[in-house]
């Protein structure tokens, strides 16, 4: 039997969420976290590396070192937003593959969901100016959950959870890329309603598994 090693794993997911960062740099993460900020205040088009160097207080040339433009810029904070909010060193191992799918769901607030919506319209509106840089907004968007889901099918079919020839690649981008659409396309929250709602109905399903566990 095939042994996972979840530290490589891991590895490549944080490493991969990171988007090919640059030099570590101690004031990344303020301008990451400003460039969110003015993205989610001010859409993509509205959106200056003025604005983002007045908020996080830093030189604008300091930013176009880092960053040689304000796709890159976004793109990267989206990034590093997507792994924070994965505990790589800590995921769940609940002894099924729907009990560690739900474990991952992270409660939100009205506020919070509110937000991330309109930084992902945000990256719509620079995906619709730049559908060249799809690909990137992929690997920021949907490889990072895409990456734990890919875990959690192999750990299932190693304990015979879930057949061998099960597609893992589709099953594990597809709740997180239904996410995006619900996010970017239809414009709702993607809420704990919504997420349990796609692994009971549909990822489950395609895996071969009944929608509940047995009672």
């Not at 990267?76 to 991952?104: Q, Y």
């Amino acid at each position: 039997m095939t042994q996972l090693d979840p530290s490589a794993e891991v590895d490549r997911i944080a490493t991969s969420a990171k988007l090919g960062r640059k030099r570590d740099h101690t004031r990344d993460p303020e301008i990451l976290d400003a460039a969110i900020d003015v993205l989610a205040e001010n859409g993509f088009d509205g959106m200056t590396i003025d604005m983002v160097a007045a908020r996080a207080k830093a030189g604008k040339a300091t930013i176009y070192r880092r960053w040689p433009s304000k796709a890159d810029l976004v793109l990267d904070a989206v990034a590093c937003m997507k792994a924070g909010e994965i505990d790589f060193e800590r995921l769940p191992d609940t002894g099924t593959l729907r009990g560690d799918l739900v474990a991952m769901i992270r409660p939100r607030s009205i506020e919070e969901a509110e937000r991330k919506m309109r930084i992902m319209a945000g990256l719509f509106g620079m995906l619709s100016s730049s559908p060249e840089l799809a690909d990137a907004a992929h690997a920021a968007i949907i490889e990072p959950r895409a990456a734990v889901n890919r875990m959690f099918l192999r750990r299932a079919i190693e304990r015979g959870e879930i057949s061998r020839d099960c597609d893992v690649e589709m099953l594990a981008n597809l709740i997180p890329a239904m996410a995006a659409f619900r996010l970017l396309l239809e414009r709702k929250p993607v809420d704990a309603e919504f997420l349990v709602s796609l692994i009971d109905g549909v990822l489950l399903p395609a895996a071969g598994l009944d929608r509940r566990p047995s009672a």
